[in-house]
């Protein structure tokens, strides 16, 4: 399945999405991954009812989204909600 995600061309396939990108439609999960450090690639909007968050997959990138879910991920309280608004404004924005 190739599909074309928002700003960006098309990709070669999705299994090579996977490699590259870690996806998810969770906002706060999201927050947490810029909050962490990482980079938010690009927002799939092609589901007019939810948005994908893609990041570039990179080393803890699965350790950090692990240890949100388990609550054990800790980041600063203003940072995740500093990142939080913005990742509402990209998403309102666009």
Do not use: C, H
């Not at 810029?34 to 007019?48: E, M």
């Not at 699965?62 to 949100?68: A, G, I, L, P, R």
């Not at 800790?74 to 913005?86: G, S, W």
């Amino acid at each position: 399945m190739t599909r074309k995600l928002q700003g960006q061309a098309d990709t070669q396939s999705s299994a090579e999405d996977y490699r590259n990108y870690l996806y998810t439609f969770d906002l706060g999960a999201a927050a947490a991954l810029v909050s962490a450090g990482f980079q938010l690639a690009l927002l799939d909007k092609t589901n007019p009812r939810k948005v994908q968050f893609a990041f570039l997959r990179e080393a803890g990138i699965e350790k950090v989204v692990d240890d949100y879910w388990a609550n054990r991920l800790e980041v600063k309280a203003r940072l995740f909600f500093d990142n939080l608004k913005m990742l509402k404004n990209r998403l309102y924005s666009e």
